[in-house]
């Protein structure tokens, strides 16, 4: 069997209705040399029979499980067998040229990984209008500030050389809507990489139960910024505070915006004034992005 050049990792947890059209948009790729590994993460719908129903030779399916979407992709980076690396959530889709484009900007730049921009679709994968554009800035400060995208939704989005991975990177298996913040930062810390200015991927929003999502936004980022603090990127401690205030600050503002909790969120804002008083310079709508991870 041929190695392939790039494998594509899907994980999948109770993924029926959306399963086909993601596995579709990679076999759409203009650029064909892949393998697609689908991670079953203990789904009790029939995401199983639909990827098994697929029937590509290049597909490889993993039944496990459930531990996790961040187990379920290291799960599929230990099968992987691409020069290059990619991942994408089972509810989203990539464009035709996505592999083509960004397997030829490592070729040609010598980078380690590359990302581009993402377009936002509503649950039916219609357009909403909204574009999230990936950073030229530094990519790592630009996550820890808080403030606005810098690798829109990586783990739909990157694609990375192997040999990130040999060297470390991996997914930390106690976060779930961080993760993809967290594989970001571990690659900007690390390797170089280049902005693609153009949409090259779709992400579908989910309406989910605000108030159990942002709990867990809440944990995520909080661990999130720990172990960038136990990292070494924190060390400033005028940086240190401006980005303890920004991620306090988007915290409160989704408790308060989104889930319609004042009183949880005024606790965050309070921690956020303290950090970095000038916080409150920002109306809460300006500063609270709209965050994918927090409606799927």
Request: hydrophobic share 45%.
């Amino acid at each position: 069997m041929s190695t392939p050049e790039v494998s594509v990792i899907i994980p999948a947890y109770n993924a029926e209705r959306w399963l086909r059209e993601a596995v579709d948009s990679v076999l759409a790729q203009t650029h064909n040399d892949w393998e697609l590994i689908i991670v079953n993460d203990g789904s009790t719908d029939a995401t199983l029979r639909i990827a098994y129903g697929i029937g590509d030779d290049r597909m490889i399916i993993l039944d496990q499980v459930n531990a996790g979407v961040s187990a379920a992709r290291n799960a599929g980076v230990t099968l992987a067998r691409g020069k290059y690396i990619c991942f994408m959530d089972a509810d989203d889709v990539m464009l035709p040229t996505n592999l083509a484009v960004k397997v030829a900007c490592l070729k040609e730049h010598g980078v380690d990984w590359v990302y581009g921009d993402l377009a936002l679709r509503d649950a039916h994968m219609r357009p909403i209008g909204q574009v999230l554009r990936g950073t030229d800035n530094d990519v790592l400060e630009t996550l820890l500030l808080n403030y606005e995208p810098a690798v829109p939704t990586s783990c739909s989005n990157v694609v990375a050389r192997r040999s990130c991975f040999q060297q470390g990177v991996c997914f930390d298996e106690h976060l779930s809507n961080a993760a993809d913040q967290d594989f970001s930062m571990q690659l900007a810390a690390r390797f170089s990489h280049r902005h693609l200015p153009g949409v090259y991927n779709l992400y579908r929003i989910v309406p989910g139960s605000m108030s159990k999502n942002i709990a867990l936004y809440e944990r995520d980022h909080l661990r999130l910024f720990w172990k960038a603090r136990e990292g070494g990127h924190l060390d400033d401690p005028i940086f240190r505070r401006k980005c303890m205030a920004n991620v306090y600050w988007a915290i409160g503002g989704s408790w308060w915006l989104l889930a319609h909790r004042p009183l949880r969120a005024i606790t965050f804002f309070a921690k956020a004034i303290l950090n970095w008083p000038k916080v409150v310079v920002r109306p809460i709508k300006k500063r609270l992005w709209i965050n994918p991870y927090m409606v799927r």
